[in-house]
């Protein structure tokens, strides 16, 4: 008679014995499955495993943020090329930074362009470009028709996907044909605003460049943060249905209110992308984040600080719901024209759902905003 724990041991040791020096020596050559957590570690090990059943993915590498995954996925898809890597406009703030501040080799030039000139910019890419995609975007939730965007590509244009906002619980890219897909592990997948984490997935190929870079670099998750990102999996999905719901009857109340100038969710039949989003994403649910715009910075300022059910704090996915000001906080560190090509306007806000009562919600946000 044998046993199995439920959830996974947490492995605290940062480093494996071995019994004689040659069998370390293997393990060095990867002949071992574990050697040092730098590396690999049965936690960490055991939360990939899950994540790439939920991606449809060979393989899932676990690291220690979202920005960490974009930048590892970054490199790997480059590999040897030289690019160009192409990048959306409509991206998070952080990945402007990124973009723009790391020293990519001198033969791979950035392109930027704007998110409905896609499948036009996607058929001009040459062999060995990499594209990199945000669906939804953040923060004004746009979509992308990421099948769409592959049948465009040349043979050898690799595409690379951050799907935070959606999480694998509403939408897998890598069955559209990306070839990889990374999230913010930090926002829904992990989901009660305890660990930071990122993800990066796809196949053996390219995530064997993706462990590599892990391996050199040293992001790597930590065995107790990884079983907070285990646990969060086990109610993703739960948790998505329910947010998707609440920001969804959200999203209609606030377009109806005076005040508000424009509301962003796909669930909303004038949303762009509202046809997108039955297709692409499971039984149609938009997501947990929405974004709304008020008549500028100021207006938006009082409405934030007259809030008190919601929480005034950058992040999302997670059990509670946050406002955030993204011209000054997720963005803020990116220039005029680029928030410009962004669409993320002075008066704009970012609504992250969480768990609690729609109506409690709906009451808080109706106070704060009141007469237009």
Not at 8 to 34: G, M, R
Not at 69 to 83: Q, R
Not at 131 to 141: A, H, R
Request: charged share 15%; hydrophobic share 45%; with cysteine.
């Amino acid at each position: 008679m044998t046993s199995r724990p439920v959830v996974p041991p947490i492995t605290l040791s940062s480093t494996f014995a071995f019994d004689t020096n040659a069998e370390l020596a293997d393990a060095v050559q990867a002949k071992a499955p574990h050697l040092y957590s730098r590396w690999s570690n049965p936690t960490v090990a055991a939360v990939e495993e899950a994540i790439a059943q939920l991606e449809g993915a060979a393989r899932s590498v676990l690291v220690a943020s979202g920005m960490a995954a974009v930048h590892l996925a970054i490199l790997a898809a480059l590999g040897e090329s030289s690019g160009p890597l192409v990048v959306q406009n409509e991206v998070y703030g952080g990945t402007h930074e990124l973009v723009r501040a790391v020293r990519w080799p001198s033969d791979v030039s950035v392109r930027r362009f704007a998110l409905d000139d896609v499948l036009e910019v996607a058929a001009q890419l040459p062999a060995g470009a990499v594209l990199y995609l945000e669906t939804p975007t953040n923060p004004l939730v746009r979509l992308v028709d990421v099948a769409a965007v592959r049948d465009a590509c040349a043979s050898g244009v690799r595409i690379v996907v951050d799907a935070t906002f959606a999480s694998p619980a509403l939408s897998t890219p890598l069955a559209e044909g990306a070839d990889l897909v990374l999230h913010s592990v930090t926002k829904a997948m992990a989901g009660h605003h305890d660990v930071v984490a990122g993800v990066v997935s796809g196949g053996e190929q390219l995530m064997a460049g993706v462990w590599r870079w892990r391996k050199i670099l040293g992001p790597t998750l930590d065995p107790a943060a990884s079983y907070r990102v285990w646990r969060g999996l086990q109610t993703l999905s739960l948790r998505v249905d329910r947010q998707s719901a609440s920001a969804a009857e959200l999203a209609r109340r606030l377009a109806a209110h005076p005040s508000v100038v424009a509301v962003h969710h796909p669930s909303l039949p004038q949303h762009p992308d509202h046809e997108l989003l039955q297709r692409t994403h499971r039984d149609g649910l938009g997501g947990g984040v929405l974004s709304f715009e008020l008549s500028s910075a100021a207006r938006a300022s009082m409405v934030v600080n007259a809030l008190d059910t919601i929480a005034v704090a950058p992040s999302l996915g997670g059990v509670h719901t946050l406002v955030t000001w993204p011209a000054g906080v997720t963005h803020a560190n990116v220039s005029e024209d680029e928030l410009n090509a962004a669409g993320v306007r002075p008066g704009l806000l970012r609504l992250a759902v969480g768990l609690e009562d729609p109506d409690a919600l709906w009451n808080d946000l109706d106070s704060a905003l009141g007469e237009p």
